[in-house]
């Protein structure tokens, strides 16, 4: 089965503009999950989407950043305007739990480079 | 504040070595622990987990020992080879379904040498 694709790879902006993550996760995976990975440092949740509802947003910060799932599928990830501390990856993971698995499958990321 | 502190920061073993990585969480509502492995330029991938009702885990080359009483779990990877260079994730979550949230370690840069 094919994985989490995001889109772009890499960015590179200058503080204060806007950038946009894109997230297909796989197929049939209703939760979808937005992460921010600083270099050195473990995942932190930023958004967790069910199906097209937001479950946990907490972590978000939402004067700047925004996140959408339309039709419960693809997602956006927004963040305007960007800090210089906004460089990090971003990371999207979706999971379908049946039984006993929790697995979330993670895509390779974007890099994001605030200048 | 949920957390999982996680050690070494970094560990070099030589080829055929056991690699050993720790993790320590406060909130004993964590019901689920699993281990990821990243790889330089991709998205973390599931290694192995474990639930807080068995005390070990094996999958191959990989264990996890979990001490419930001390709020402890470790990775043990038994004859460490090159390819396992790595960073790997500890990480904790409460739940199920919906309200299934991972929380991560800071990571551990494992190097094996050959």
């Known amino acids: 089965e094919a994985g989490v694709a995001q889109s772009p790879r890499y960015k590179i902006i200058e503080k204060r503009q806007s950038v946009a993550f894109w997230c297909n996760p796989i197929s049939g995976h209703a939760t979808l999950y937005w992460y921010q990975q600083i270099l050195g440092q473990g995942p932190k949740l930023l958004i967790q989407?069910?199906?097209?509802?937001?479950?946990?947003d907490s972590q978000l910060p939402k004067d700047r950043f925004s996140a959408e799932r339309l039709k419960g599928v693809d997602s956006t990830l927004k963040i305007q305007p960007a800090k210089l501390e906004d460089s990090a990856v971003y990371l999207c993971a979706s999971s379908s739990p049946t039984g006993d698995s929790y697995e979330q499958y993670f895509g390779p990321g974007t890099r994001l480079t605030v200048t | 504040q949920q957390q999982v502190k996680q050690s070494p920061q970094s560990l070099i073993v030589q080829k055929g070595g056991i690699s050993i990585i720790n993790c320590a969480y406060e909130?004993?509502?964590?019901?689920?622990f699993p281990w990821y492995q990243q790889f330089p330029g991709k998205g973390p991938a599931l290694l192995i987990a474990?639930?807080?009702?068995?005390s070990e885990k094996k999958e191959g080359r990989f264990t996890i020992s979990f001490n419930k009483s001390a709020k402890q779990f470790s990775l043990h990877i038994m004859d460490s080879q090159p390819g396992d260079s790595a960073t790997y994730f500890c990480a904790a979550s409460i739940g199920g379904g919906s309200n299934y949230k991972l929380t991560f370690g800071k990571g551990t840069l494992l190097t094996v040498n050959p």
């Open positions: 474990i639930r807080p009702d068995v």
């Open positions: 989407f069910q199906n097209n509802g937001v479950v946990d």
């Open positions: 909130n004993t509502a964590f019901d689920y």
